[in-house]
């Protein structure tokens, strides 16, 4: 690979992270609503919601 094939980060499209805004804050009150009315279970949604905050946030 030369360094003309490389490619650099500059080089990437841009994504929007509206969807994931809005995946984020779905999971989010499913979070908790899940923590007030099944509070033994609220840990199943925290995954989604942290997931898609970080996509949200472009850190992954």
Do not use: C
Not at 3 to 10: C, D, G, L, P, Q
Not at 44 to 60: D, Q
Request: charged share 5%; no cysteine; proline share 3%.
């Amino acid at each position: 690979m030369t360094s003309r094939e490389a490619v650099t980060a500059a080089d990437q499209p841009h994504t929007t992270t509206g969807k994931y805004w809005l995946f984020f804050l779905i999971s989010a009150v499913i979070f908790f609503l899940m923590l007030i009315f099944l509070n033994q279970w609220f840990w199943v949604s925290m995954p989604f919601m942290l997931t898609f905050l970080v996509m949200a946030l472009g850190y992954m």
